[in-house]
């Protein structure tokens, strides 16, 4: 794993693509969960129905991963043989977040994803360098979140944790999702973006003009600067009746473009 500290010019892992790949769908943010039945609908039917040559998964995909032995509970198993069965068609990429850090070798295994670095540059059959991350290690004016993430990604942190029953491992979990205080400090304060001068830095690092991330949960496609662009990903929530939102980015030889995997289902 390629982790990169503050002001750190990292040189991310650079990953050729297949020539075959035309169409790649990269999402991010699922946070899937028992408190979104309809959101986890639609990512089960999307899967099935994907026609892209790859789908690339930048991170928090659950809304939380206690350890690998949690794949088996009632759950999380339907996740986990959805994404394997969709593996079956096309290969799956997997990049962890700021929820599902946890994420280890076994249900990569598992779900027949295949594990990315954080960040890594991805250079595309027409010749395009993109630069892909989750995000949060982008955000640099979130002091005390990074603090936090820093502790949560040692080994140290994570052996004591691991170490401890499952049951005991969901209940601090459980516990976190109650309290708003404790669930910004996996989060992040909202309203923080990413660092500029870091994010050029590490495009300047793999020769990309394009940046890809999520974790802020503000969707757009700008300019980063001169000749640069960014492409922050959507969260997925259709559970919420107030704004509901699913959305999928897709990267073609003519371009990105965002669509709703409800979309699919459509055609």
Known sequence: MVEAGRGDAVAP??????????????VSDLHLGDALPRTIDTWSD?????????????????????????????AQAPLVAALAEAARHRPLYFMVGNRDFLVGESLLRASHMQGLPDPCCLE?????QVLLTHGDALCLADEPYQAFRRMVRSEAWQREF?????AERQAIAAGIRRRSEERRRFDGEPGVDIDLPLALRWLDACSAA?????????????????????????DWDLDDTVRPRA?????????ARRYDPRELAAR
């Open 162 to 166: 691991l170490a401890r029953p499952l």
């Open 46 to 74: 999307y899967l099935r129905r994907c026609d892209a040559d790859a789908l690339l998964i930048l991170g928090d995909l659950f809304e939380v991963w206690v350890g690998d032995d949690a794949a088996v509970l009632p």
């Open 247 to 255: 959305e999928v980015l897709r990267l073609r030889r003519d371009g």
């Open 13 to 26: 892992l650079r990953w050729i693509a297949p020539a075959h790949w035309q169409a790649v769908d990269i």
């Open 124 to 128: 595309l059959p027409w010749g395009e």
């Open 210 to 234: 394009v940046l890809v991330h999520g974790h802020t949960h503000r969707p757009e496609s700008a300019p980063l600067g001169p000749g640069r662009w960014r492409h922050v990903l959507s």
